[in-house]
């Protein structure tokens, strides 16, 4: 990791809401953004900003989601998250999270990733498949 890596950091990223991000269980005219789709932006939004930190061979892997889906986006609209680096302790990162739409907030909580080295982390995962085909 970086020195930049510090708390009190910002980032903002914007996404439209089109119709893969939506729920489809309440018909067309039903249709809003749907939570884990919430929950897989803002990782993606915090997994990018935490990137430029982080040195080569390095990436974030998610550990823990914590929100309140506040108001419904309906399809088409966009979406606005402002991710902000609350806590690094060593290699776990907390982000404070927070989204909006042109209406409404829509989502408050808070994100932890653990920074990881891709090699090791790659070498533990073929392990495990290795060991779970006995």
Same mark, same amino acid.
């Given at each position: ?10 980032? @903002? !990223? ?7 991000? &939506?729920?489809?269980? $309440?018909?067309? %005219?039903?249709? *809003? ?29 998610? @550990? !823990? ?7 419904? &986006?309906?399809?088409? $609209?966009?979406? %606005?998250?402002? *991710? ?51």
């Amino acid at each position: 990791m970086k020195s930049s890596l510090a708390a009190g950091l910002a980032a @903002t !990223r914007r996404f439209d809401v089109d119709k893969d991000r &939506t729920i489809s269980f $309440m018909g067309e %005219e039903g249709r *809003v953004y749907a939570t884990p789709s919430m929950v897989r932006d803002i990782e993606q939004t915090c997994r990018d900003f935490l990137l430029e930190h982080l040195d080569a061979g390095e990436d974030s892997v998610g @550990t !823990r989601v914590e929100f309140d889906h506040m108001a419904a &986006t309906p399809l088409g $609209m966009a979406v %606005e998250f402002t *991710v902000t680096i609350a806590e690094v302790q060593g290699k776990a990162v907390t982000f404070d999270v927070s989204g909006k739409d042109a209406m409404d907030q829509i989502c408050r909580g808070k994100h932890w990733r653990f920074v990881v080295d891709v090699a090791k982390t790659a070498e533990r995962i073929k392990a495990k498949i290795a060991k779970s085909k006995g």
